[in-house]
């Protein structure tokens, strides 16, 4: 097994594809210690900076107090816990629908969605090419038919559309926001689309959550349309663990029902239900987050803009400075570590070859000064 397992890795590694984990020290913030650096940190999710904030670290603790360290158990069995009722209500009420069901994870949430909504070769589900790879993986564990369309482009959603008559059940899915180009998926156009040929709308907004529209809501908020199913996530903006589907009662209770990584899965554990819980009480209550949040990416955008990188179609919190090329990617994203700029280094195949990338996270709590030096820092490498 090891020769198998080292033939593997050599055979990554002379593709320039060998992935390594970094050991990250500190509270979460925005400066960190990576692999024994000082840095500003831009590559995480933490974006509106609560994943260090005493009123979250204290919802966790007070939970945990109260119920102790894990679930114990599946929620079908002992370890459907009145803190996750309580926070699946807040949700719900956040998101303006009639019910939330919280999930260990959004990779499962979209395992148990989708499988759930199309169970079958009878079924269909319409993704964006660039769909996160959990949806993809979602599309092939539902044994539905699969079909793509381009991305972002409501043209070719139609032209997909327009071959779906004889399906059961029609599903489009798609992110809110796109992760490795941070685009904005142009909701108030697919919608239109896909309601005209009777398709179930699933908007998976990781990113969206908590950073774009008015009232922090996401994508579809912004876009001013309603999905029938969003996913979001309580380990990006929220600062803690886990995820939640926002959906009717009915639909709910489907996914009780049927959702196998749901079913099949210990329940989240009261620390970062208590966590998530406080963390959307900042969320809603301080707006200048995510609005700071957003001015920073901005800047960030602009400067590298001028710094000559390429950004990209990015309106969002996430920034690409596209590259074109493994192995400078990978230096570049060395040399700024070393001198104390983390962001992350994105590959082929990760992203198509050709547009290899430094994606830059930037959190509401980094500085207009701190910007700058990323800026400038950039700029010399280049
Ligand atoms: C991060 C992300 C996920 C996975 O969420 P986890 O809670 O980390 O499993 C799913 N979909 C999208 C679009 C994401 O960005």
Same mark, same amino acid.
């Given at each position: 097994m090891d020769a198998?397992?080292?033939a593997d890795l050599d055979a990554l590694d002379a593709r320039g594809l060998l992935r390594r984990t970094r050991r990250v020290e500190g509270l979460a913030g925005p400066r960190m210690r990576v692999d024994g650096h000082d840095v500003l940190m831009l590559a995480g999710s933490n974006y509106l900076d609560l994943a260090g904030h005493p009123e979250v670290l204290r919802g966790a603790r007070e939970a945990s107090d109260a119920a102790g360290g894990a679930a114990g158990g599946s929620r079908l069995i002992n370890g459907n816990l009145a803190l996750h009722e309580e926070l699946e209500a807040a949700l719900a009420c956040f998101a303006g629908t009639e019910a939330a069901l919280v999930f260990s994870t959004g990779y499962m949430a979209n395992l148990g969605v989708l499988t759930t909504l199309a169970s079958g070769p009878d079924d269909v589900i319409v993704s964006d090419e660039l769909n996160h790879a959990s949806i993809v993986d979602a599309c092939r564990l539902s044994r539905a038919e699969v079909r793509v369309f381009r991305h972002d482009?409501?043209?070719d959603l139609e032209r997909v559309a327009a071959g779906l008559a004889g399906f059961r059940?029609?599903?489009?899915?798609?992110d809110g926001?796109? $992760?490795?180009?941070?685009? #904005? @998926?142009?909701l108030g156009e697919l919608l239109p689309v896909a309601r005209a040929h009777e398709m179930t709308v699933v908007v998976d907004d990781a990113h969206g959550l908590g950073v774009l529209g008015e009232q922090g809501r996401g994508a579809c908020e912004l876009g001013g349309v309603e999905a029938d199913v969003v996913i979001g996530?309580?380990?990006k903006a929220l600062? $803690?663990?886990?995820?939640? #589907? @926002?959906?009717?009662?009915?639909v709910r209770e489907w996914l009780i029902n049927r959702a196998r990584s749901f079913i099949f899965t210990c329940g989240l554990p009261p620390a970062p239900v208590g966590a998530a819980r406080a963390a959307l009480r900042v969320l809603?209550?301080?707006p200048e987050r995510r609005k700071q949040l957003l001015e920073r990416a901005e800047q960030l955008r602009a400067g590298l803009g001028d710094a000559g990188y390429d950004t990209g179609r990015s309106s969002s919190q996430i920034v690409p400075a596209i590259v074109g090329d493994n192995a400078r990617v990978m230096a570049l994203c060395e040399a700024a570590l070393g001198r104390g700029v983390y962001a992350q280094g994105i590959r082929f195949p990760s992203v198509p070859a050709g547009t290899e990338r430094i994606r830059f996270t930037p959190i509401c709590a980094h500085t207009p000064g701190q910007i700058d030096q990323v800026v400038e820092l950039f700029r010399e490498l280049r």
């Open positions: 198998w397992a080292r482009r409501p043209e059940r029609r599903v489009l899915i798609t926001v796109y $992760s490795m180009d941070g685009d #904005v @998926a142009r996530n309580l380990g600062g $803690s663990f886990g995820a939640y #589907v @926002a959906c009717s009662s009915v809603e209550r301080e």
